[in-house]
């Protein structure tokens, strides 16, 4: 079943944010203002207006992280140079957030700068508030991230793989979402094919992008490591480390990233090795292999299961 695309989501953070919102520092005083106005004139219910959409203050204290945030790293450099303008000028841009029925709010975006409100000791942040589902909690984390490239190559394969896992998305519409393509995408989830290692040392910079992808290439994982020992050492550029690779050894072509999509689903699902080839017309065939007579009846009520096929 298609997934109907949420609105607002692949136009990135502006979609989350009133157009008529000038979101400056003076604006946000100004409400300020307005709000103790109010207040003082004997208003009653002492409360900021939260309708959907409109921009308030709420206590810090009443926002709870989002549990989709797909970054694991975070540069607490920046994170105290981000504490030090929030001191200096205040939160220019809004945070963005959802009710929860405690009466608490989760935030959707705006992660740094929640991190960095708590360390200034902020008692309030301005908030829009918005009501979204699970999917769309997770795409805007992803999109906020990805616009300001605050995802390293690892976390943003995992959260396309997430999207794609939980939410039932192809490459395409998770292109669509975060505004990259389907090759891009693929290519991004591919880095989860390498070794723990060769990710870890992605995600902490050790090692480029590049560096990263011309390792997929190598076919044999021992000459993988090694060359990645190598490229951790210095010793090799990525020309260098491409030139070094004998073309036999090389990966013939560039798989399909949406034929590795499907086979990798494929054997989530089967628990089998499966191959998928297609040809330029757009015939091909599934292979899918089994040792014994218990994995064939497996594959048939797997299959059958399914209610797509009748056999």
Known sequence: ????????????LGALIPPKLNLNQANIQAQEQADLEERGSGNQENQPDLSMGKMARIPVELIVPNPHQPREHFDYAALEDLVASIKEHGIIQPLVVSPLPDGRYELIAGERRLRASKIAELETVPVIVRTVNEQQKLEWAIIENVQRKDLNPIEEAKAYVRLRDEFN????????????????????????????????????????????????SIMDRHERLELFERMLEGNFTVRQAEEKIPQDRRRVRMADPNLMDWESRLRGVLGLKVMIKRQAGGQGEVKIAFQNDEDLRQIVDKISATGQVDI
């Open 169 to 216: 998305l192809t490459q395409d519409q998770i292109g669509e979402r975060v505004g990259k393509s389907r090759p891009q995408v693929g290519n991004i989830i591919r880095l989860l094919q390498l070794e723990p290692e060769i990710q870890d040392a992605l995600a902490q910079e050790k090692i480029s992008a590049s560096n990263a992808r011309t390792l997929l």
């Open 1 to 12: 079943m298609m997934l109907k695309r949420p609105s607002g989501l692949g136009r990135g």
